[in-house]
């Protein structure tokens, strides 16, 4: 079990990033233990650079406990501009209508190759934005998240908060296939969890 002192020693470099990350549905035991994290993280570290999707629940109560300690080294990724403005704790947002898709060909392939929507991302390129193609714009923003972009350097690791009873569904599931099939190691809360309960 990876304790947040072997997370340190192995992590805290410069050029680390790490995802943090989950759930909108975070439960109301479990709140204060994302933010305590996230300070952890950052006030126990010096280099790493800490990414959110700055979505409601396990990325806002995350990126709370990070900002509370240097709001400089969180990075937010987000589907559009404007996204949640008021809940920004970043410095850094990473808008998905700032980058390119056509030229960046890592992000297309995969996001249609992690999930089963390969024609939902083709009508979102060809179509724009629609009732059927919504979703396209998160699960693009969750892939560059982990892949980065030519921009944005990738994810070293990710740390999650996922729904134990249906783990690895959702978003966040996609985002940890995007993780497993790149070789960014994550875990989740069964691993963190020991580190604020202690």
Known sequence: MLTIEQLL???????TVILLEGKRAVLPTDQHKLIE???????????????????????????????????????????????????????????????????EPNVIFHTKNTSNVSQLIDSFLSLGDNALTVKARYLLRDTIKVVGTSKLQPATLA????????????????????????????????????????
């Open 9 to 15: 020693e192995s992590y805290d470099k410069p050029g």
């Open 37 to 103: 994290v996230g300070k952890l993280l950052a006030g126990s570290s010096k280099h790493i650079v800490f990414r959110s999707g700055n979505a409601k629940g396990a990325d806002y109560f995350f990126s709370q406990g990070v900002s509370m300690v240097n709001p400089s080294r969180l990075q937010q990724v987000t589907p559009y501009r404007g996204h949640r403005t008021k809940e920004t704790l970043g410095r850094q947002t990473v808008s998905l209508d700032d980058v390119d898709l056509a030229s």
């Open 159 to 198: 740390i999650f908060y996922d729904d134990l009873s249906k783990p690895k569904t959702g978003g966040t599931g996609h985002t940890m296939r995007v993780c497993e099939k790149n070789g960014i190691p994550y875990f989740d809360q069964r691993v963190w969890f020991k580190w604020v309960e202690q």
